[in-house]
């Protein structure tokens, strides 16, 4: 499955934004989808996922309750909806495809598929 990622930019703090993730393939509903991010200087970190029918969401403690994880399994696109942004939420978004769904969704080691990434930056 081939990834691409989309709708990065720029934002004052306590804005919003939405980045968006389009699939290639047909198997797009039977993957584990997540989102993580990576600032400069950082390692990568786990942001969101969502589980192959939509109906199990899961969020990093950092954005919970702020930003919101979905998907549509008909138009293969997974979104991430960013609000209350802080400059600590600057950096490149990547979202990535998981065919075996593990348990372990939070850890980048167990997607298989990654998209090219978008960058995100929120101002003070």
């Known amino acids: 499955v081939q990834l691409q990622a989309s709708g990065g930019g720029l934002v004052q703090a306590g804005g919003s934004l939405r980045v968006a993730c389009s699939a290639s393939?047909?198997?797009?509903?039977?993957?584990?989808m997540g989102w993580f991010r990576q600032a400069p200087g950082k390692e990568r970190e786990f942001v969101a996922a969502?589980?192959?029918?939509?109906?199990?969401?899961y969020y990093a403690d950092s954005v919970k309750g702020r930003f919101t994880i979905s998907r549509d399994n008909v138009k293969n696109m997974v979104y991430l909806q960013m609000n209350s942004l802080k400059p600590e939420d600057t950096a490149v978004y990547y979202c990535?495809?998981?065919?075996?769904?593990?348990?372990?969704?939070?850890?980048?080691?167990?997607?298989?598929?990654w998209g090219q990434g978008t960058q995100v930056t929120v101002s003070s």
């Open positions: 990535a495809a998981d065919p075996d769904s593990s348990i372990y969704y939070d850890h980048a080691d167990q997607y298989e598929y």
């Open positions: 393939g047909r198997t797009f509903s039977s993957y584990l």
């Open positions: 969502v589980n192959r029918g939509g109906s199990s969401l």
